[in-house]
């Protein structure tokens, strides 16, 4: 975790913060703004978090041991308390001219904030635009409370305690999946039509990928069996490259009797010619006709097992979304389901961002509109909880 201290006079709290996060299983590293270097010094930061503390953007000797972009990758939350009513600000316009607000933008971690300024600060309206600005990008806000005040004041805008702060990212904490074993699929097929073109979709795997990265991070061991994607790997035990669909079901089949859950999130083409050209296809006809076979469906081969895993599908569709997804998951008697529309203006293929609804037996829930890296994490909570209760159900 990262946990950025703004330069508010309750900085000195976050010293206990460190503490009580670590009590929790984080390991935490500590980036300070300049004002906040005035109330508290790193070298306190640094003793009790056991890092060192990073508080400019240009130091060359921290630039040549974790850069500020490695440390942006390194994070799966980043936590600012005191989040000041200009950090707010400079992180709601996308300002990025210190390290924190930097690391801000170039991380995909969960950002957490825990406001703390005079109770007319916060009461302002453009504080407050300022926080549903964050929040509606995802953003954690955990208080203010209310209370005495620095300055003298008594009323809404302290900063948290660090024992709350820290109960209330405990649960990010818990890795729910350790010790359980993931096969996910991601990505889409390539079918080909000779050695130079294929038949394919738009999916990119970056929901797949942010799905396995996710999982990881609740402590699965992930097995990500991918299509052809642009992507850099995420960290999983193990990732398989496949191309088309009959090399997934074969990578998937290989796998399947070791997982305890399988998500295919994978767009795997339905049809593939049936008789690929040895030879490029010139261009010398008028018409060209293809003749199609269909390819297995590998998520209702992995539902139909004796045993099964516990199995969530993806719906991708362009039009009655719910109905075809609960068809879906009907049909193929599937534990999971998680449907999204696509070809719309919003979400979907080769999108940075998305929505999903999940059904499952007797019951559903909606995730918004929000990058796919935070809905990712959102679903694989979801589908752990989900996982957990039948797995409870079952023992």
């Not at 640094?46 to 060192?52: F, I, L, M, T």
């Not at 933008?105 to 504080?127: D, G, I, K």
Request: aromatic letters at 4%; glycine letters at 8%.
């Amino acid at each position: 975790m990262l946990l950025g201290i703004g330069g508010g006079i309750s900085a000195y709290k976050s010293v206990d913060l460190v503490r009580r996060l670590k009590e929790r299983g984080f390991d935490v590293r500590v980036v300070m703004t300049h004002a906040a270097t005035a109330l508290v010094t790193p070298l306190t930061f640094q003793a009790v978090s056991g890092y060192p503390v990073r508080t400019t953007l240009l130091d060359p000797a921290a630039e040549a041991g974790m850069s500020h972009i490695e440390l942006a990758r390194w994070a799966d939350w980043l936590l600012i308390a005191p989040a000041t009513a200009d950090l707010m600000a400079r992180l709601a316009a996308g300002i990025a001219d210190d390290l924190l607000t930097t690391l801000a933008l170039a991380t995909e971690a969960q950002l957490c904030l825990a406001p703390a300024m005079n109770q007319h600060m916060w009461r302002h309206p453009a504080t407050q635009e300022n926080l549903e600005v964050l929040r509606a990008r995802g953003a954690r806000i955990l208080g203010p409370a209310e209370g005495d005040q620095a300055c003298g004041d008594v009323g809404l805008g302290r900063m948290l305690e660090p024992l709350e702060i820290a109960e209330a990212m405990r649960p990010l904490a818990e890795r729910l999946l350790t010790g359980t074993r993931v096969l996910l699929t991601a990505g889409p097929t390539r079918e080909l039509l000779d050695p130079v073109r294929y038949l394919g979709n738009r999916s990119s795997g970056r929901m797949g990928y942010a799905l396995a990265s996710a999982l990881g991070h609740l402590g699965a061991q992930v097995v990500l069996v991918s299509g052809p994607t642009a992507l850099p790997v995420p960290k999983v035990a193990e990732s398989i490259q496949v191309e088309t669909a009959l090399e997934m079901r074969a990578a998937v089949m290989e796998q399947v009797a070791s997982c305890d859950l399988f998500v295919a999130t994978a767009a795997v083409a339905d049809y593939r010619p049936a008789e690929p050209a040895a030879r490029k296809i010139k261009k010398d006809a008028e018409e060209l006709t293809l003749r199609l076979v269909r390819n297995p469906d590998i998520l209702a081969e992995v539902a139909a097992l004796t045993p099964p895993p516990f199995t969530v599908g993806f719906a991708a569709e362009t039009d009655e979304v719910e109905r075809h997804a609960l068809a879906k998951r009907t049909a193929k008697g599937l534990d999971m389901i998680a449907a999204n529309r696509v070809g719309g203006e919003r979400g979907g293929f080769e999108r940075d961002e998305n929505a999903l609804t999940v059904f499952w037996d007797g019951g559903r829930r909606d995730l918004p509109m929000m990058p796919k890296t935070r809905l990712a994490r959102e679903l694989a909570a979801l589908i752990a909880e989900r996982y957990l209760e039948r797995h409870v159900a079952s023992t």
